[in-house]
């Protein structure tokens, strides 16, 4: 294989992993956007998460990977927008037990 192909196959396989990484989470994201609910998530892990995509992302910036980076971003603003929600669930339950 030259350097071409493999290139070539590269770019394929992250094209094949970013569809196949968003249409994992696909049913994930419509319920939290629907319900609102994240109580099945943990905050430890979304925060781990974020991290290693910023990282992926960086690695994906560096390499010139634009699918890759289409595909972190979405994932990025998929778990920031849980992490926002834990926050703000979180923040309500606090207010309801001073209130009480």
Same mark, same amino acid.
């Given at each position: 294989m030259n350097k071409g192909d493999i290139k070539t196959w590269s770019k394929n396989t992250a094209i094949l992993a970013a569809i196949f990484g968003f249409l994992q989470v696909y049913p994930s994201i419509?319920?939290?956007i629907k319900t609102g609910n994240v109580s099945s998530y943990s905050r430890?892990? =979304?925060?781990m998460g974020l991290i290693s995509a910023a990282?992926?992302?960086?690695n994906?910036?560096?390499?010139g990977d634009v699918t890759s980076m289409i595909a972190l971003s979405i994932g990025i603003g998929f778990s920031s927008y849980i992490l926002y929600l834990m926050y703000e669930t =979180?923040?309500?339950k606090d207010k309801q037990a001073k209130k009480n």
């Open positions: 419509v319920k939290v430890t892990a =979304q925060i990282f992926w992302f960086i994906a910036y560096l390499s =979180q923040d309500k």
